[in-house]
C-alpha cells in the first residue's frame, strides 16, 4: 500500500510519522525544499535572532531511521484526485492509493500593485534570509551613506496586523532599540521608523480585543507607529503609498498581510474554498475523492461550529497524526473517524518579556512572564513532535529572554548579507 504526501510542513511530517514502520506501508514524501522549516519562528530568522539553520531540518535525516519512508526533493505541479496521482516538476507522475495534500501556503498579496514584486514576504526560510540581508545591505549602506536615510532608508513598513506582522514588527523595534546601538554606533538610529499597516482596526483579531490592545502599546513601546484602518495602495521599488494618501519612503516592505493555498489545491478540480484551500469533511477527505486526503494550511478544515480551524501548526499537526490513523483504519477494513482538534490555544509574541496567550476551553487570557512560557512550552512541543533537538532551543530561549543587546550580534556581521546591493538612485 503506497501513500504519497506532499509537502514537508507539520501536517505532512507528523502524517509521515505516525505511518513509519508500518508494516505493509510504502510513504512517499514529497517537499520541494527537501527540509521542514519551522514556521513559526522565520520572523526571528528575518531580525537576526535565530539562523536559518536553527529552523530548518533536513527530512532524508528525520526519516534517517524509517527505511519505508523515502523522502524526494520534488516539486508537485498538479495532482489528479480520480486517479490519485501527482504530477512532479520533471513531468514524472507518481501513482498512489492514498493521496495526502500537505503542502501548505504562499503568501496572497490581494492584488496590491507592486506588491508581488517589491514586497518581502515571510512565509519560508529563504523569505526570512532574504528580509534580514536587506535589513543588513540597509545598514551598511547607511553606515557609509547617512544621507541615505532622507531617502528612507531607516523605514522599515510591515505589513499585516496579524501575528506575522506583530511579531515582525515587534521584533524589529526591539532589534533598532536594544541591538543596533551596539553593533552599529554612530548610526543615526533615532531617525528609523518601523511602521505597521493593516487594514483593521484592531491588532491580532483572532484574539480578544483586550489582547489587540495589549499588543497595540506594546509595540509602541518598542517605537512602532501603526496604521491601522489603513491598506497599502501600492508598492514601488522606494516608497509605499497607503490608502490615506500618505507616501512613505522605505526600501524594506515586509508583506505578512494574508495567505492562501499553494498553487497546487487549485489545479485537478479540488473543491476550494476561502483562501483557495481545499475544503474537506470531518474526517480529512475530500467530498467525492475516497483516499484523498487533504491537511494543514492547505485544507479548510471543519470542527463544531467553526467552518474552518485557523492556520496554525498544532493544527496541521493533528491533523497530520489523525490522517494517518484515518489511512491505517481504512487499510484494516474500519470506517475513518472525524477529526478531534484538541485545541492548545492562540499565541503570539510580540518581543522580549511581552507575550500574549489563550488557552484552555474558555480562552482563559494571559500575559507577560507567562504567556512567554506557554508560548515556550507549545513550541518545544511543536519542535520535539518532528525529532528536533531541545537543548539549542532552550538555550536560545534564555539568551532571548535575559540578554537582548547580546542575542543578535553575531548574526548582524556584514559577511551574513544574502540580499543583493540596492541602487539607492533608481527611480519608480
Known sequence: MRVVIVGGGFAGVACAKRLADESGVRVELLDKAGYHQFQP???????????SDDIRFDLCHLFRDSPNVTVRKAEATAVDPHSRTVT???????????????????????RTPGAAEHAFPLYSVEQARAVRGRILTILEDVKQRPELVDQGALNFVIVGGGPTGVETAGALGELIHDVLPHAYR?????????????????????????????????LA?????LCQNTRVKQVDPDQVTLSDGEVVKTRLVVWGGGEKAADVAATGGLPTGRGG??????????????????LGDVANIPSGGESALPQLGS????????????????????????????????????????????????????HGDFAFAAWLGVHMQLLDSIGAQLKAYVAWAQEFYLRPDHRSAELLEPSRIDSPRIDWDQKS
Open 88 to 110: 512532479l516538476d520533471d513531468g514524472q507522475l507518481l501513482e498512489a492509493d492514498f493521496l495526502v495534500l500537505a503542502a501548505g501556503a504562499q503568501p496572497d498579496f490581494f
Open 186 to 218: 554612530g548610526l543615526p538610529l533615532d531617525r528609523a521608523q518601523v511602521i505597521l499597516v493593516d487594514a483593521g482596526p484592531a491588532l491580532l483579531t483572532a484574539f480578544s480585543d483586550q489582547a489587540g490592545g495589549y499588543a497595540a502599546k506594546q
Open 221 to 225: 513601546k518598542r517605537g512602532v507607529r
Open 41 to 51: 519562528l522565520l520572523y526571528q530568522v528575518a531580525t537576526a535572532e535565530l539562523t
Open 315 to 366: 493544527v496541521a499537526q493533528q491533523s497530520g497524526r489523525w490522517a494517518a490513523d484515518n489511512i491505517l483504519a481504512e487499510v484494516r477494513g474500519r470506517s475513518p473517524h472525524p477529526f478531534h482538534y484538541r485545541d492548545k490555544g492562540i499565541m503570539a509574541m510580540i518581543g522580549r518579556k511581552a507575550a500574549i496567550a489563550e488557552v484552555g476551553a474558555h480562552r482563559h487570557e494571559i
Open 277 to 294: 484551500r481545499v475544503d474537506v469533511g470531518t474526517d480529512l477527505t475530500v467530498p467525492g475523492f475516497p483516499r484523498v486526503y487533504a
